[in-house]
């Protein structure tokens, strides 16, 4: 009877190490959490450890049309999870009853175009795609965000130095529904940010 027990538990044991937990790099993160994002600076060349590889530099800047800037912030939840490589990535989620991203009022329905996204260093990104949105400048499209990392690492919840390297980064980026005019464009900025937990 013993050596019976013994082979179960040495069995147990090996189907259990054939079953690895899933990688979870961020566990500060995690699903269901609420945080604010809130954006220090524009990652531009002049950031230290620069890298274009993280910088969406093949749309035009969004400029003044949706209000977000320096010293602004918005708040998103966390929801489903996605595996990645060699960590994972977490869908960002802004709810039209409480969403307080400035200048852009977020409608429930699903976005009219989105912004191809790359998993590679992301740690949010807008939950579909995007979100379909009016801006406040009267522009109708889809509104998106990711939050990636950087690979100097850093404490996501600390406010980026002057002199040293950024941890986080948001990237946001805007379609038009229409043909574009005006202010109306296809455009993306990347902002140097840091998240408070709420």
């Not at 690895?20 to 450890?49: H, M, Q, W």
């Not at 620069?50 to 708040?75: P, R, V, W």
């Not at 900025?189 to 408070?196: G, P």
Request: glycine share 10%; charged share 15%; net charge negative.
């Amino acid at each position: 009877m013993n050596r019976l027990l013994t082979v179960f538990s040495v069995a147990a044991s090996l189907a259990l190490a054939g079953c690895p937990e899933p990688t979870t790099c961020f566990g500060t993160i995690g699903v269901g959490k609420r945080f604010r994002v809130a954006l220090d600076s524009a990652y531009n060349s002049t950031t230290p450890l620069y890298s274009a590889d993280l910088d969406n530099t093949q749309e035009g800047s969004c400029g003044a049309l949706d209000g977000l800037a320096s010293g602004t912030s918005f708040t998103f939840w966390t929801s489903r999870r996605v595996d990645t490589e060699p960590c994972e990535a977490y869908d960002g989620l802004i709810r039209p009853d409480s969403q307080d991203v400035p200048g852009v009022t977020i409608s429930p329905q699903k976005p009219l175009a989105t912004n191809a996204q790359k998993l590679a260093s992301t740690l949010v990104r807008s939950t579909q795609g995007g979100f379909l949105a009016q801006t406040a400048t009267g522009c109708m499209g889809s509104w998106s965000f990711n939050i990636k990392y950087t690979p100097q690492g850093g404490n996501f919840f600390m406010a980026a130095s002057l002199d040293g390297p950024p941890a986080l980064l948001l990237e946001r980026s805007f379609v038009p529904a229409a043909e574009p005019a005006g202010i109306c464009m296809r455009c993306s900025d990347t902002f140097v940010v840091h998240l408070e937990r709420l």
